[in-house]
């Protein structure tokens, strides 16, 4: 779990876009680079080469 005040001020360190946070896969996902961010231990990594690309199918369930 991510705090709610962390997740406020946090941003994607690529495009400065907004994060939503991912209970089910314990990861920080932005739409705007398509990327999604790990949480590590409740730590988040906010380190671009430590995350991973999302798929077409990941960001539609985000629009629905």
């Keep these: 779990m991510v705090d709610k005040r ?3 001020i946090l941003v ?3 495009t400065g876009g ?3 946070w991912i ?3 314990s990861e920080l996902w932005c739409i705007a680079s398509r990327l999604a ?3 590590r231990e409740g ?3 906010m380190l671009v080469d430590e995350a991973r ?3 077409d199918d990941e960001l ?3 629009k629905n």
Aim: glycine fraction near 4%; hydrophobic fraction near 40%; charged fraction near 10%.
């Design 6 to 8: 962390l997740l406020g």
């Design 23 to 25: 209970e089910s896969k």
């Design 60 to 62: 539609a369930t985000l």
């Design 43 to 45: 730590v988040p990594v």
């Design 53 to 55: 690309h999302l798929t």
């Design 12 to 14: 994607c360190p690529q």
């Design 37 to 39: 961010y790990p949480v």
């Design 18 to 20: 907004q994060l939503r």
